[in-house]
């Protein structure tokens, strides 16, 4: 049974993986088309059209946010680790817990206080196509609880592995 639920939850996970690494490929295209689309304007036919910039800053604020939990899925978020290769495994698995649930709370945080401000933009509306500020405002939660997700996982490898890629080396023949 527990091997089952295993299975569909990693099922899930990869799945989720996939829609967001495709979102994110699709809100970097649409961002640099847009982009393009408002430098030609300007610049070209002298003529700044407003809807470009607003819709390539939301698809920035997008792609940001879900892509720092594709950082955290492939460890590319920076990490001093100096300190930590040296501690003895049980005292780094303490400090991975310690340092994990100062982030997953920071992360809480920030998405509760990301609920306010999607009730404001409840009444507001963006200035150039008039859309409610919510959509765009709804990246925090969705982007932290992807970001949250992919902490758990890497708490899970790392405690699993305290210090991957510093296993021993296999010894050279003699």
Do not use: K
């Not at 799945?15 to 809100?27: G, K, P």
């Amino acid at each position: 049974m527990l091997d089952r639920v295993v299975r569909i939850c990693a099922a899930l996970t990869a799945a989720l993986r996939a829609v967001v690494t495709w979102a994110v490929i699709l809100f970097y295209g649409y961002m640099a088309v847009a982009v393009l689309i408002q430098v030609l304007g300007r610049y070209v036919f002298n003529y700044s059209i407003g809807w470009a910039a607003e819709t390539a800053t939301f698809a920035q604020i997008w792609m940001v946010l879900l892509g720092a939990g594709i950082a955290m899925r492939r460890n590319l978020h920076v990490g001093v680790d100096v300190l930590a290769q040296r501690l003895p495994v049980p005292v780094l698995r303490l400090l991975t817990l310690l340092i994990g649930a100062i982030c997953l709370w920071f992360l809480w945080r920030a998405v509760v206080g990301s609920f306010g401000l999607i009730r404001i933009g409840q009444i507001q509306t963006s200035p150039a196509l008039g859309i409610p500020m919510w959509l765009p405002y709804l990246s925090l939660p969705i982007g932290l609880a992807y970001f949250a997700l992919e902490l758990v996982l890497a708490l899970v490898r790392r405690w699993r592995d305290p210090r991957p890629g510093t296993a021993p080396a296999a010894e050279a023949p003699s």
